[in-house]
């Protein structure tokens, strides 16, 4: 199919297949760097997270400051998934 701009829309999931796997990537790298400038020092370390199960995201964390983090970074991983659901909705076709 092709929209107004005369783009076909298996431009676009490809463009959006692209991006993932560039994100997957940016985030292995992110992972990597993080490994070894980490390496052997002594600290306090906190761990936290966010796991979205649909709408809903569930934070948790070890302490009050990483909750907080992570709390603010499930509304924007939220908004994020509501932008792309309108704009699915609406249509890219």
Not at 26 to 31: A, D, M, T, V, Y
Not at 45 to 57: Q, S
Not at 61 to 71: D, F, Q
Request: no cysteine; charged share 10%; glycine share 12%.
């Amino acid at each position: 199919m092709v929209n107004q701009t005369g783009i076909l829309w298996a431009d676009h999931l490809f463009y959006g297949i692209i991006i993932g796997i560039a994100l997957i990537f940016i985030g292995f790298l992110i992972i990597f760097i993080g490994m070894f400038s980490s390496t052997r020092k002594e600290g306090h370390v906190e761990t936290g997270g966010v796991i979205i199960i649909g709408p809903i995201p569930i934070v948790f964390g070890s302490s009050k400051n990483i909750s907080l983090l992570m709390l603010i970074l499930a509304i924007i991983l939220t908004i994020l998934v509501f932008i792309t659901y309108l704009v699915g909705l609406k249509g890219w076709m």
